[in-house]
């Protein structure tokens, strides 16, 4: 599976978007993005994948640039709930036991009134 | 459907005491994983289990064992704790040959002294 570069941390007010990037360079065509957020030590938590298509579910936003060799996921009003460390991965979905999931450090968001 | 459960939620061992992790799933799975991760770093995997019957060692699996005791549980074994194994350990299932996310758990925070 392809590997990530995700800044380490970012900063976001209340109530703005949180536009968070993700560099995927060496993503191969049958591999999906995928994020997750870990709210403090918590299990991670899925939000949201796509392949090559901008996405968006009731958490946020994925826009998937036209060379798929970056992403951004975009929280649209974010809230204090929404400090977390949030984790991109690539992976090729539907190749059964083969797919090893592996994390990187994520980019740890703080929200702040 | 409770999704995936972890038990104990905390433990702390002396060096060299042995326990074992266990970990349930009631989503029907095929894949099951166990992460162990350190303050501030990311998930590391420890072990992994394609599907019911095999298991493969993961990034750092050195001191622990697993058993795939059926499709639904997966446990991790420490035979003899060291204080390096002090860590929140996660475990996690995924539904191979699909689309569909990863689950995690709620976590074991566990400390040898």
């Known amino acids: 599976d392809a590997k990530t570069t995700q800044p380490t941390s970012m900063d976001c007010a209340e109530g703005r978007a949180a536009n968070l990037p993700c560099n995927h360079s060496t993503i191969s065509g049958n591999e999906y993005v995928y994020w997750y957020r870990q709210i403090h030590s918590q299990g991670p938590q899925y939000i949201i994948h796509g392949l090559k298509n901008n996405e968006t579910n009731e958490m946020a936003s994925l826009i998937i640039t036209e060379d798929r060799k970056s992403s951004t996921l975009i929280l649209p009003h974010a809230t204090l709930r929404d400090t977390a460390v949030y984790y991109c991965?690539?992976?090729?979905?539907?190749?059964?036991?083969?797919?090893?999931?592996?994390f990187g450090r994520g980019t740890s968001l703080i929200v702040h009134p | 459907n409770a999704g995936v459960t972890q038990t104990p939620k905390f433990q702390v061992l002396k060096t060299g005491q042995s326990m074992t992790l266990q970990c349930a799933q009631d989503m029907n799975h095929n894949s099951m994983y166990w992460y162990r991760q350190d303050p501030g770093m990311g998930l590391r995997l420890i072990y992994y289990?394609?599907?019911?019957?095999?298991?493969d060692k993961g990034e750092v699996p050195n001191g622990y064992n697993v058993s795939r005791l059926n499709k639904r549980e997966f446990s991790l074994r420490l035979e003899s704790a060291a204080p390096s194994q002090t860590s929140v350990y996660f475990c996690?299932?995924?539904?191979?040959?699909?689309?569909?996310?990863?689950?995690f758990g709620p976590g074991t925070r566990l400390t040898v002294l």
């Open positions: 289990s394609a599907s019911e019957g095999t298991t």
């Open positions: 996690a299932s995924l539904q191979a040959l699909s689309y569909n996310e990863q689950f």
């Open positions: 991965i690539v992976r090729v979905a539907g190749t059964g036991g083969s797919y090893i999931p592996t």
